[in-house]
């Protein structure tokens, strides 16, 4: 993608300087060939600023599956009802951190049958 970038700048740049070259007075060639040394110069520009994919923000979102409701967690401690601030979740697994007794340990979820 970057060479892309870079082959089409190149290409623009070469066609404003044939233009530009090739100006012999016309006023029409020497717009042109300005207007395309100033396209090369904003797709280098595009390619610099461009975000790389590597950057994207990964979104974790807690996944409760079945009945389970914030509402009805407790720590498993001390029995108190447990917030959102308690909660967090690391690769994929769901952690508890209890601000009443100071637990911290990974929610199971119980089997339900
Ligand atoms: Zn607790």
Partial sequence: ?????AL??????????IFLVGFAGSLVRLVIGVLLLIAAGAVVYLARTKPQPSQTTVVQQIDLSGDVSLENMKCKVCGAPLTKDEIDVK???????????????????????
């Fill in 91 to 113: 690769a994929g697994a769901i952690f508890i951190n209890c601000s009443h007794c100071g637990s911290t340990y990974q929610f199971e979820e119980e089997p339900k049958w």
């Fill in 8 to 17: 089409i700048a190149a290409a623009l740049a070469l066609l404003g300087l």
């Fill in 1 to 5: 993608m970057k060479y892309l970038y």
